[in-house]
Each structure stands twice: as C-alpha cells, then as structure tokens.
C-alpha cells in the first residue's frame, strides 16, 4: 500500500492517467497522481512508496512500441522500424535517466517516488545476473530516522540528473536542492538551496552548459499538493542559473517550467512550460533573453523532459510519446509507447533511453548525446 486504501497498481494506473489530465488543461497542472488541479488537497501519505517488483529482462527485449514518421528528415536521425523495447520495469514513476561511460558504460534513472536511483547496465551474452540494481537509496531525502520519507513530499528523491562537474548533477526534489554526488563514493554535495533567502520548490531538470553553468527548473512537483503546497517559500516557479561558483541567477520566474535543454552550440535554451516548449538566446556569458515560443502546446502537448541531441533537434516528452522536433520547431516524428514517457537520455552505446511511467524503454537511434567539459 502506499497510503489509505490505494494499491501500488492503482496508484501507477492513476499516475498515468493524470498525467495525462495535466497535458489536456493548462489551467488545472497535475502530476501522476497528483492533484487533478488547484484547490485539490491529496492525503497525505503514510509510508513509503513501493514498487510492484517485476522479473528482470534480457535479450531479446519485448517490443512495446513503434516510430511514427511525419516527415522524411526522420530517416536521418532514426530508422523508423527500428523496435521500441521494454528494458527494465518495478518503478513506482520513473524519470531524470543518465547514461555514465562510453559504449560500455550504463544508465542511471530515478524512481522519485521510491526515493533510489537505480543502475542498468546491458548484461553479457548468457548472464543470468539482473540487469536493474539499485545504485542509491535513498537518493533523495533521508529523514531524522533514515525512513526516506514524509507526508509532505510526493516525490522525496532525485529527478533530473546529468553529468556535470567530473559526477552527477542531480535536481534532489526530496532535500529541495541541487546536489553533487561522487561517481566512486556516491557521497552527496549540497550545491544550492534556494534564492534570495527562500527555499526552492523542488528542483526538477537540469543541463550543463559548455562553460560550466547549470541551468535547472523548479517547479513544486515533489511537494505534495503541488502548487497548493503549504511548505512553498517561492511563489513562482523559476528557471535558474548555477554558476561555477554555486551562486544562483534567477533566469525567469513568470513561467512553469519543467524540462531543460540547451542547442549544441549553446545559444538556445529550451525549457518545457504548461502553453508549450519556449526558447530563449543565451549570449556568451550564459545570460538570457529574447524569450519566445519554440512550440505552441496547440500544436503539441503534454511536455515533460527533453533532450537535444548532438544535431540541435529536440527529443521531448509529449502526450503521445517522445516527440522529435528539429531546429526550426517542425515536429517529424513520433516514439510511440503503449503508456507514458516523460523523459530520455541518449546513450554512448547509440540508444535513447526512455523513463514510462513504471518502466525503461530504449530505441536505436542515430544521433548522440552533446560532449561537453566535464560531463
């Protein structure tokens, strides 16, 4: 159980659902089993969540999803009857995935919920050894009884994490900060906490710039009640800089952001907001302006996580999957799934890994991620 009478496979089919409600109304943002909008309080909870434990998978993977092609450029970053596999499942809501390593190395991702960040690594031809460990628990937060959570927090652990600094970077939704964790120790840094004297909400993604900034999100997604939250000390929701120095910037604060990207050559920033996908210039100093709309949610909805890809096109959540849309803002073509995806990451080992809901997914592509100084 994770709270009242709701069962762990009631609240994942919740999840999904109401994630979807957020897509459809802008007006009235939720979360997966979230609020359905403001004014609605959520029970508080009683205990840890827990995931529904699933077997491990190996090769061959089962396909749950397909490419939808919209324009004949997609050919060039995917091949549309490459498979959509299901790689790894028994995650409450999974998000924020990393790939560490070359070709060889592995992928990181939250379970925000279950408060650990878990390690999947492509098993050897014959292993019998699962594929999915947990790396960290709990990642987020920990509590005065090492318990890993509490009543006013509906996500307590990690979200977005990236490599950044020679580790990771991680947007700790639990602990309301930034924070550094050594790749070798996993020993967790404080980085940032809040802006001028009040507390962030729950920081949600981030990306690293090339001259080592870090612009990061912060909606209240991690509190309970959301927006309606009594422990806000913000009343916005801002994007924000991290300069190498650990001081903090506020970029904007008259948007509700979540997903965060920057182009190749960073001079476009590109957040995730409930009217859509905005973009923004960033001069050579990492300061911002010009913001406009880089997508309307009109044409597309349902933003979550993005990434953008060592050829400047956009891989973004959407309601209807991982949505490609190149420089220009064209859409050209569609991952489909049979259930949510929030979030991906492009791996060394030429796949985007994708967070859905309670699962991991993974597709063969053929761009990669962006190499930049000390990710």
């Not at 009109?298 to 309601?319: C, E, F, P, Q, Y």
């Amino acid at each position: 159980m994770t709270g009242g009478n709701i069962s762990r496979r009631s609240l994942i089919a919740a999840g999904a659902a109401a994630f979807a409600s957020r897509a459809l109304a802008q007006a009235a943002p939720t979360l997966p089993g979230g609020p359905p909008g403001p004014g609605t309080v959520r029970p508080p909870l009683t205990g840890p969540q827990v995931a529904t434990p699933e077997p491990p998978l190996f090769p061959p993977f089962p396909v749950v999803g397909s490419i939808e092609k919209l324009d004949d450029s997609l050919s060039d970053l995917i091949d549309v009857n490459t498979p959509v596999e299901k790689i790894l499942g028994g995650f409450v809501w999974v998000e924020g995935p990393v790939w560490v390593g070359g070709k060889d190395g592995y992928l990181l991702c939250s379970d925000t919920r279950a408060n650990k960040i878990v390690k999947w690594q492509m098993p050897k031809k014959g292993s019998t050894t699962p594929p999915g460990q947990t790396w960290l628990q709990p990642s987020g937060y920990v509590g005065p009884d090492h318990q890993g959570w509490a009543p006013n927090l509906q996500e307590p652990g990690t979200n977005g994490m990236i490599r950044a600094r020679n580790g990771l970077v991680v947007a700790d939704q639990g602990n309301r900060t930034v924070a550094f964790i050594d790749l070798k120790t996993k020993k967790k840094t404080q980085l940032a906490s809040g802006f001028e004297g009040k507390r962030f909400n729950s920081p949600n993604d981030a990306v690293l710039h090339s001259n080592g900034m870090i612009y990061f999100t912060d909606p209240p997604f991690g509190l309970n009640n959301v927006f309606n939250s009594p422990d806000r000390e913000m009343d916005y929701t801002g994007v924000f800089r991290l300069n190498p120095d650990n001081s903090v910037t506020l970029i904007d604060k008259t948007i509700r952001p979540n997903g965060i990207g920057l182009s190749p050559d960073c001079t476009k920033l590109y957040v995730t907001d409930f009217s859509g996908w905005m973009v923004y210039d960033v001069d050579a100093r990492g300061d911002v302006s010009n913001r406009r709309v880089f997508v309307p949610s009109s044409a597309v909805s349902g933003g979550d996580g993005l990434k953008i890809d060592n050829r400047g096109n956009m891989w973004t959540s959407s309601r209807d999957g991982i949505s490609i849309i190149n420089p220009a803002g064209k859409r050209i073509g569609i991952i489909r799934a049979d259930d949510r995806i929030s979030n991906c990451e492009f791996g060394a080992d030429g796949y985007v890994y994708m967070a859905s809901n309670h699962r991991l997914l993974r597709a063969k592509v053929k761009v990669s991620k962006i190499a930049r100084p000390g990710a």
